[in-house]
């Protein structure tokens, strides 16, 4: 049975199939609404369910317990059981965007190359192919299309926004992920991949606060962007970039920050290490909650982004909103690993 | 319908006119660079547009019906009415400039789907000056001292705290059209109109006058559609890009004397005008201003060129306290108000303490001093515990004691041939860029100078009908009220303190 979905404040209403997500069903009706990683994943695409009611979950990063309860909840994750009237206010489209339906392109790229960091990940370099260019925000990230399936995964673009021709990922492997398996044997410089995007609401934000960046994982890539996009406007923010890895071999592209703190004045970079095998490593160590309650006494006054896996993004928010950060101050990208 | 359409297509047509107004000698000629192209941002039917507005003034005017049933003007605070009779009507001459503003802007934008929303907007802001009106005439008459509301709009003019309102609002109809825009629509509206039309009711509210929440809900519902007009505007010159620069420079201007202005006052309004204060002003700041209009809006007008103000984070410390600075000087000249000043008691100290820690060190002590001269047998006042005045800013009008009385960053300099003060370096560096819009303006000490104190409020004319009781008193809750004699007794007599 099909269901009809109103949305405020357009005052628009459409058909959801029996089995539609209502965001599927927005879109394929030439409705625009956001979305990030669709599949429960990021919160991108939390509505107000002003009227009716939805089966769905999504996971607890992408939407709090107390959302849930004001009637929060995520349009790619959410089939309507009855009618519905949900409110997208929160989305901050314009009319005008709503109207234009889904513009989030894809495209067709070439892996231009690919290097081992570490053991475990990756560098990709994707050259893209006409339409040459992508325009995104430092922060964003693309989902790419694991070839033969119809599974996307999501990574953040490592590169610049100038650097508009080509889009670099950092990939962690993880044991048996599809997209893993097929970096170790099957995918070769000069292949094809398709990819959507950009998507994704984190950047770095104008303000007057310093900033706290953590990052651990592949969670550095959207970081790198960031600095880099400062880097080329010749602009430089306060900022802390705390990046967590477990022994010194897990640490990668350690030259290239370097080399961006010393081209941006105010720029700190803090290597943390969780196991640090390496006598002679003098940098700090501990998990990165643990450093963070090392060198901070107060974090009022600052701004915290955090990308890397969903454990370490767990156990920091509620120490950094503990030691002062505003909640609403907190940015941060949690891929949660598809269940699919 | 084929009604409706055929008024949409004239809708249309009226646009694709395209006129300038005759006038060959500007009085501010502008600077920018205005795109013909641009979108209508309210995108209204006139017809529509009336409807939706008398829908909503019916609603408000029904109010004020129901809170004289309710009783609301009787038994609100009497700190926070009383505090409204110099906030409400700051307010109504920030609309009153609005619509002259407007109107301006509307003939000097040379852009018809532009000047569209311009023309709406003074709809707008003729319906709030209305609103208002008939709102403080409902405090006339049922307010339980209505001292001060009687007079409230001839009062303002001649008082410090309307010479705050009248140095920041004029910028909406003197200068640059568009510079008019960044500072009426992009910064007063969009920046801070959230604080001040939605936070504010919720102090209403806790405070018991649902009847200033209500009306203020209702002006806010137009604020969307004149953020919209300033957003056009803005995105429309930041199409050239020899504009832009001028775009940054306005902003710079406008976001600090704003901050100055609004903050002070509005600060001032939910935490001193309130018993009962369901947030704190520096929160409500970092959310409406830090992180909605900077974080967001100017944020996403960055890739156009447009910069944060270089004094953001000068401005985000200084809300802390500019607004304790403002109650002190308020409540020290409170025999030259036309409204009763309170005193702060251990609650109010305690909670200020709590939310803005340190404050008890720098104000404690005049809060005291406060309560212990309230009454009229005590026979003195905080004035003369005063080595001298603080000087006004020339700028911004606040006295200089900001951001706190501690930390003045007063500046002092020649000009003309006589002394001005500044009250920071942001209002300094305003003066010399824009020395002309400055000025002129006389001070309040100056026009005073020599005066006995007594003499000064009878010439404000802030007494009450019976001649020698004060308007202003230093509580809201006196036994007996201050009288003329009382003054003239202690014999103050005021100084300039820039009077050479
Ligand atoms: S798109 Fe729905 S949670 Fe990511
Ligand atoms: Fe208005
Ligand atoms: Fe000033």
């Known amino acids: 049975m099909s269901a009809k979905i109103s949305v405020e404040p357009f005052g628009e209403s459409f ?31 939390k509505v107000v369910m002003s009227e009716g009611d939805v089966e769905g979950e999504g996971s607890s990063f992408a939407i709090s317990a107390g959302e849930r309860a004001d009637g929060v909840v995520l349009a790619c994750s959410s089939r309507p059981a009855t009618d519905c009237t949900i409110d997208v206010d929160s989305m901050e489209l314009t009319e005008d965007e709503f109207r234009a339906g889904d513009q989030v392109a894809s495209f067709e790229v070439e892996l231009a190359s690919l290097e081992r960091l570490t053991h475990d990940t990756c560098a990709l370099s994707l050259a893209l192919q006409p339409p040459a260019s992508i325009a995104f925000t430092d922060g964003q990230f693309v989902n790419v299309v694991v070839p033969g399936t119809d599974m996307v995964r999501s990574y953040s673009l490592a590169n610049a926004p100038e650097d508009s021709d080509r ?56 970081f790198l962007s960031m600095l880099r996009n400062l880097e080329r406007r010749g602009r430089s923010r306060e900022i802390d970039l705390v990046f967590g890895a477990r022994t010194r071999a897990d640490l ?82 949690a891929f949660v690993s598809s269940r699919r | 319908m084929a009604g409706k359409r055929s008024l949409i297509d004239v809708h249309e047509k009226s646009k694709g006119y395209d006129w300038d107004y005759p006038d060959t000698d500007p009085k501010y000629p502008s600077r920018f660079i205005i795109p013909k192209t641009g979108k209508d941002p309210f995108r209204m039917l006139v017809r529509d547009y009336v409807r939706m507005e008398e829908e909503k003034d019916a609603r408000t005017y029904g109010f004020l019906d129901g809170a004289l049933r309710m009783r609301v003007a009787e038994t609100a605070e009497p700190r926070f009415m009383e505090a409204l009779k110099l906030t409400l009507p700051d307010l109504t001459n920030a609309e009153f400039q609005a619509v002259s503003g407007v109107g301006m802007i509307a003939r000097g934008i040379g852009n018809q789907e532009l000047r569209q929303g311009y023309y709406a907007q003074m709809l707008d802001e003729v319906r709030h000056t209305q609103l208002e009106m008939s709102l403080r005439r409902y405090y006339v008459e049922h307010a339980p001292d209505p001292a001060g509301w009687d007079v409230a709009q001839r009062a303002l003019y001649q008082h410090p705290g309307g010479h705050v309102s009248l140095a920041l609002f004029q910028n909406f109809n003197t200068g640059d059209v568009i510079d008019a825009v960044i500072n009426l629509n992009v910064v007063v509206e969009t920046a801070y109109t959230n604080i001040l039309l939605v936070a504010t009711p919720e ?114 410390h200084d809300v802390s306290w500019i607004h304790h600075s403002t109650a002190l000087a308020l409540a020290a ?43 009229p047998s005590s026979g003195r006042l905080m004035l003369q515990e005063l080595p001298s005045l603080p000087p006004f800013c020339q700028v911004c009008q606040l006295p200089c004691i900001m951001p706190r009385p501690d930390r003045s960053e007063i500046r002092v300099f020649e000009h003309g041939g006589r002394n001005i ?62 009288t003329i004699e009382d003054i003239r007794r202690i014999g103050f007599e005021i100084k300039d303190p820039l009077a050479s």
């Not at chain 2, 060190?361 to 809060?367: K, L, Q, S």
């Not at chain 2, 209002?427 to 026009?447: L, M, T, V």
Request: net charge negative; proline share 5%.
């Open chain 1, 15 to 45: 058909e959801c199939a029996d089995g539609e997500t209502i965001l599927d069903a927005a879109l394929r009706n030439g409705f625009f609404l956001k979305y990030g990683c669709r599949h429960g994943g990021c919160g991108t695409c």
């Open chain 1, 167 to 222: 889009i670099d990922l950092i990939v962690k492997l993880l044991p048996g992920g599809a997209f893993s398996a097929l970096l170790e044997s099957g995918l070769h410089v000069g292949d094809s991949l398709t990819l959507h995007g950009p998507l994704g609401e984190l950047r770095l934000r104008l303000s007057h606060r310093k900033v706290l960046m953590v990052a651990g994982g592949s969670g550095l890539a959207p």
């Open chain 1, 252 to 333: 990668y592209l350690v030259g290239e920050l370097e080399r961006l703190v010393a081209a941006l004045p105010g720029v700190t970079f803090v290597p943390a290490l969780s196991e640090p095998d390496d006598e002679l490593w003098t940098g700090e160590r501990g998990l990165v909650t643990e450093v963070i309650a090392r060198r901070y006494t107060s974090l009022d006054g600052y701004d915290a982004y955090l990308a890397g896996p969903p454990a370490m993004i767990e156990a920091s928010i509620p120490l950094i909103t503990g030691l002062g950060v505003r909640p609403a101050n907190v940015h941060f990208d």
């Open chain 2, 203 to 316: 102090t209403a509210v806790a405070n018991g006058d649902h009847a200033l929440a209500t009306t203020f809900l209702s002006i806010q519902s137009d604020e969307a559609r004149h953020m919209a007009n300033g957003y056009g505007t803005l995105f429309a010159v930041l199409q050239d890009e020899s504009n832009v620069p001028l775009v940054n420079e306005a902003l710079e201007r406008h976001f600090w004397h704003s901050h100055r202005g609004l903050d002070a006052l509005v600060g001032w309004q939910s935490e001193y005008g309130a018993v009962h204060r369901p947030w704190a002003y520096k929160d409500q700041w970092q959310e409406w201003v830090g992180d909605d209009f900077i974080g967001s809006y100017i944020d996403k007008l960055t890739d156009f060129g447009v910069e944060a103000p270089t004094r953001l984070a000068k401005v985000a």
């Open chain 2, 333 to 375: 000249i409170w025999p030259l108000n036309f409204w009763r000043s309170d005193v702060m008691g251990p609650a109010d100290m305690e909670w200020f303490d709590s939310h803005y820690p340190g404050w008890a060190e720098v104000y404690g002590p005049f809060w005291q001093g406060h309560a212990a001269m309230a009454d």
């Open chain 2, 421 to 482: 003060a500044v009250c920071s370096e942001g209002c300094e560096w305003i003066f010399h860029r824009w020395p002309k819009a400055y000025e002129g303006r006389k001070s309040f000490w100056q026009k005073y100078h020599g005066w006995d104190l007594a003499d000064v409020i009878l010439d404000l004319g802030y007494v009450r009908p019976d001649g020698v009781t004060l308007m202003g008193q230093p509580s809201v809750s006196l036994e007996r009220l201050w």
